[in-house]
Structures are given as structure tokens and as C-alpha cells.
């Protein structure tokens, strides 16, 4: 089983629909989860962190499950820009700085 | 520009040569590290620094790579001997020492072996 998994899509949504997509980890000491997105050959960017309560940011709320070890992302009222391929993003148990990357969730967005 | 910076962006190199890249971090981060990524896949974790100190290498791919910080500043990241699977973006990233430190990172350094 790999460390971090996402389902690599695409994911093909009309513009203005919700999305979820989902990302499991097998790690049960991990403490650290984040969302980054990539656009296409560009460096991935930081979109949210998740934190245990859930958090929202926007459009966007990041769920964690510790006991099913997954984490969610979803995406309301989505727009042709949020088009890109998102990455889940976990650390290795006690280590704050080694993350292990999924290999993303493309996303595209149709008008 | 006060993000993280990477030199070059572009590398093309014959079989057999050696490489270096060159990362600069944002001026206030302690920490950097660099990865590897290849087309379909997330960045892969290849080395870590705290200050000059390289904190984490066994994730390295071979004895061909390595890596310094020599002042706690810029970084390189060195491949000797390239082989064609050498072949990926090679990416910067730097942060704060916090527990939940966010890694920001530099565009890359795209590597091509002939």
C-alpha cells in the first residue's frame, strides 16, 4: 500500500458544481495534512492545511478522518480556474519535515 | 522577488555529465529541502536542512546526488554521472522551523538527459 493515495482523476465538473475528492494515508502517527495545487509545470502551491476540527477557506473545506486515515477536500460553487491537479500532502509519523506527496487528483473545470 | 528562486530553470545535459542546481530560500526560512518530480507523479523527497546542517540524505537516490548548504544559505543539489532516468523537475522548497511549517517552493529546475 503506497504511503499517501489519491485517486488521479481527471475529475471533468461543470463549472459552478461541488467536488470532493478524498486521499488515504497509512501512517497512523502522522500529524501533519495539507492540500497543495500544482498547475500544469508549474511548483505546487499551498492551499489549505488541515487541521483535526476541519477547516474552510472560501470555497474550500478540509475535512480529517484519523480514524479511517483519510482527508477530504471540497470544492463548492467551483470556477474554471480552480482547474488543476491538487496534491495531499502528509508527514512521516513524528517527523514535522518529511512529507510524503500523493500523486494528485487532476481536476479540470468545463464551462 | 522574495520567493524562492531556483537556477536554472532549464538544464539540458549529455549522458555521463555532471549537473549542479542552485536554490536560494526565502531570506527568514532555516529549513530547505529539495525534491524530484516526475510527470503523473507528487514531488519525492530527496534531502532536508536545518541551517548548514543536512539533516536527512537517505532518501537521496544514489551516491550520484548530493547536496550542500555550506553557509545556511543558498543550496546546490549535485548529480554526478546523469543517466537518462535522471530525467524530472527538480524542486526547492523552504520554510520555518515551526512544527506545522508550510514549504513554499521554488518554479524548478527542469533536467533533461540525451
Known amino acids: 500500500r503506497k504511503e499517501v493515495e489519491q485517486d488521479p482523476g481527471p475529475f471533468n465538473v461543470p463549472e459552478g458544481a461541488t467536488v470532493a475528492f478524498n486521499c488515504t494515508y497509512s501512517n497512523s502517527a502522522s500529524q501533519s495534512f495539507f492540500w497543495y495545487r500544482q498547475d500544469c509545470r508549474k511548483e505546487p502551491k499551498l492551499l489549505m492545511s488541515v487541521y483535526s476540527s476541519g477547516n474552510e477557506d472560501g470555497r474550500f473545506t478540509a475535512q480529517l478522518n484519523r480514524a479511517s486515515q483519510y482527508i477530504s477536500l471540497l470544492i463548492r460553487d467551483s470556477k474554471l480556474s480552480d482547474s488543476a491537479t491538487y496534491l495531499c500532502v502528509v508527514n512521516i509519523g513524528d517527523s514535522n519535515y518529511q512529507l510524503i506527496w500523493g500523486a494528485g487528483t487532476k481536476l479540470i473545470i468545463k464551462p | 522577488d522574495t520567493g524562492v528562486s531556483q537556477d536554472p530553470r532549464h538544464k539540458i545535459t549529455k549522458r555521463g555529465q555532471n549537473v549542479t542546481f542552485r536554490c536560494d530560500p526565502i531570506?527568514?526560512?532555516?529549513?530547505l529541502y529539495w525534491y524530484r518530480q516526475t510527470l503523473g507523479q507528487g514531488p519525492e523527497f530527496l534531502t532536508y536542512f536545518q541551517n548548514e546542517a543536512q539533516l536527512e540524505k537517505s532518501r537521496l537516490l544514489s551516491d550520484r546526488f548530493s547536496a550542500e548548504r555550506p553557509k545556511g544559505s543558498f543550496s546546490t543539489l549535485e548529480i554526478q554521472r546523469t543517466e537518462q532516468g535522471d530525467s524530472a523537475m527538480y524542486l526547492c522548497a523552504s520554510s520555518l522551523a515551526d512544527w506545522l511549517a508550510v514549504q513554499y517552493f521554488g518554479a524548478g529546475t527542469r533536467l533533461s538527459v540525451l
Open positions: 531570506s527568514e526560512h532555516n529549513r
